[in-house]
């Protein structure tokens, strides 16, 4: 591995930042059809770092016009400059969640979220310190509750493969992860909280709504301007997508009152406005991360094919047998398991965008230049080469399932920024990690635990599907060792 460049390191040459916006509202407009239609998402980025011979370059990012009103930003490229995002003293995170545009509040009751808040706005610490202590209380519950989630998940997967020869595991996951994510917090399943069975299905609608400037549809290329034109021109409005938030929120504020309380009396959040975030937060940041995240897993670790699934198979059974159990002792034990997560995390990090403002004037580093960049402009991160940085990886491009195994391995970790921060940091009320960081890792190691606890291997078929990946389960091979 080459050795990790220093961000501590100042004596690199200060060099103009290249690239340009091109004209007012055309060069927008350009960079939007190039980035959707002409090269797609990573060729957009791939072929204007050739262009310019840098990892920091100007661009527009989309949608630009009408809906953002400045869809300017200067691109950080490469794992150290990408670093200058996670620095709250220098970049302000006020309304920048989706990027140069903010979905209209009335999607979440007139109120600005946490995850739209910079944590210089007091009401960031109130409501994360919220979320935190939430998470915190609901601990002894997070590993029955899952597997007996993915228990319903598998047996759904089994009936479809033997009743279809197939099973869409995007569809499925998503229902499991909706009632993972309402228990978790409601303490009972939707269904006997006056919600259907398919509630979910009212979340992917909210979401679509608020995040269709940055999502293309795939259509034939005779259709693309009129998808241009329908869904990165102007903003979707709510209340096409009300009824169905409202049905949610309600069912969450009548179930989930202890938590409510707890808002209300520790963290004086007002009842309605806790509510709308912990909408927020079990609808968009919890299900709509999973939602990203458990079909790339699934696929990667698909990819990795039988010998992969014979080691992974090995290692889980073996470490359960050793304690009798899937608890956190055992998962943390687990190596590869581990190892196998961090990767796909890295590879495909699930939210690939992030943005943040400059708060002063300040010089940023990549590896062997640095840049000056002015209080007020936007920085944006396009994750994915972050963590595929040829400089701190080997094989950047290649899923390497030991690849954080060992001392050596567990110092790149560093360079993982799936959360919004290091792997190696924790979230707290200062910064802008996600606070579910630590769940999501563990829900990741256990649905592996409970997939290789019942079967030797498994084959899929992957395809693209809007922000994500698209998995259909085409067989699965029940485990021939028990434990
Ligand atoms: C399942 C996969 C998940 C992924 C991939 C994910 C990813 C992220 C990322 C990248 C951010 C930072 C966004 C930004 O500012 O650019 C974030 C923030 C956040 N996430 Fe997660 N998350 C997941 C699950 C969860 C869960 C389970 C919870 C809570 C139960 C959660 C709650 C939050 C909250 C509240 C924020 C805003 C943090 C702040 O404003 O300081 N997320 N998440």
């Not at 509750?145 to 998940?153: D, K, P, T, V, Y």
């Not at 390497?400 to 009320?429: A, C, H, I, M």
């Amino acid at each position: 591995m080459a050795s990790p460049t220093s961000d501590e390191n100042n004596s690199r040459p200060l060099k103009p930042i290249p690239g340009s916006y091109g004209l007012p509202f055309f060069g927008a407009l350009k960079d939007r059809h190039d980035y959707f239609y002409n090269q797609g998402q990573d060729e957009f980025f791939l072929s204007r770092i050739n262009k310019y011979g840098s990892t920091v370059f100007r661009t527009n990012m989309p949608p630009g016009p009408f809906i953002s009103s400045n869809p300017k930003v200067i691109a950080v490229l490469d794992a150290v400059s990408f670093s200058v995002l996670l620095d709250n003293s220098k970049i302000e995170k006020r309304n920048v969640l989706d990027g140069t545009f903010m979905p209209s509040t009335s999607f979440t009751g007139g109120h600005r979220v946490c995850a739209y808040l910079d944590p210089s706005e007091p009401k960031h610490a109130a409501i994360k310190g919220f979320i935190l202590s939430t998470l915190a209380s609901k601990h002894d519950t997070f590993i029955p509750l899952f597997r007996a989630c993915l228990s319903e998940l598998f047996a759904n997967i089994e009936d479809n493969i033997r009743d279809n020869n197939v099973a869409n595991f995007n569809d499925l996951s998503d229902n499991m992860s909706f009632n993972f994510v309402f228990n978790l917090f409601c303490d009972g399943n939707p269904t006997e909280h006056g919600l259907g069975p398919k509630a979910n299905i009212d979340f992917d609608k909210w979401l679509f709504f608020q995040l269709h400037p940055l999502i293309t549809l795939g259509l034939s290329k005779f259709l693309n301007l009129f998808e241009d034109l329908v869904l990165h021109t102007f903003p979707l409005p709510s209340f096409l997508v009300k009824s169905g938030y409202d049905k949610l929120y309600n069912a969450f504020y009548s179930s989930a009152s202890v938590i409510l309380d707890e808002a209300e009396n520790r963290f004086n959040i007002k009842r309605d406005e806790a509510c709308h975030n912990l909408v927020f937060v079990a609808g968009f940041n919890a299900y709509g991360g999973m939602k990203a995240l458990f079909p790339s897993l699934i696929k990667w670790v698909a990819l990795g094919g039988e010998s992969l699934h014979r080691q992974l198979a090995d290692e889980i059974r073996t470490v359960v047998k050793e304690q009798g159990g899937v608890t956190i002792t055992a998962l943390n034990k687990m190596s590869l398991t581990k190892s196998v997560i961090y990767e796909a995390l890295r590879i495909d990090p699930p939210v690939p965008f992030q943005y943040g403002k400059a708060k002063e004037d300040m010089i940023v580093n990549s590896h062997d230049v640095a840049f000056q960049i002015k209080k007020g402009e936007m920085i944006f991160g396009y994750q994915p080469l972050a963590t595929k940085d040829p400089r701190i990886f080997d094989n950047p491009e290649e899923f390497v399932s030991d690849r954080f195994v060992g001392e050596e391995g567990e110092k790149l970790l560093q360079y993982v920024y799936w959360s919004n921060e290091r792997e190696t940091q924790n979230p707290t009320v200062d910064n802008k990690q996600c606070p579910g960081k630590d769940l999501v890792v563990l829900m990741c190691r256990v649905l592996l635990v409970e997939l290789f606890l019942r079967y030797d291997t498994f084959t899929i078929k992957a395809s693209k599907l809007l922000l994500g990946s698209s998995v259909k389960f085409l067989s699965l091979t029940k485990a021939t060792t028990t434990i």
